[in-house]
């Protein structure tokens, strides 16, 4: 997603896809996340963060996916921060 589709998603309240490995995932912008989820990234705590963006559907569906390791989790949440113009997982 360009930055300025991420803006105009961010300005009219609208989710945003995700694709990652495949699958096309829905977030809010991170407008609209929790306060929750930047506590979370403070403290590299990538998995919580996730499921609170992605919420708990679609969480479930990624681990059907058989994700094998952080790295699979990291990349997604990249993709998650990138998609919705968050910028990068801090790494």
Not at 20 to 34: I, L
Not at 39 to 49: F, Q, R, T
Request: no cysteine; aromatic share 8%.
């Amino acid at each position: 997603m360009t930055k300025a589709r991420a803006a105009k998603a961010e300005a009219t309240g609208e989710s945003v896809p995700v694709e990652y490995d495949g699958a096309v995932y829905t977030v809010p912008t991170p407008m609209d996340w929790p306060l929750d989820v930047l506590d979370l990234l403070e403290v590299n705590k990538i998995i919580g963060a996730l499921k609170l963006v992605m919420g708990a559907d679609q969480y479930e569906e990624f681990r059907t996916s058989k994700p094998r390791t952080l790295s699979d989790a990291t990349k997604l949440w990249e993709s998650v921060a990138a998609a919705s113009g968050f910028g990068n997982a801090g790494n």
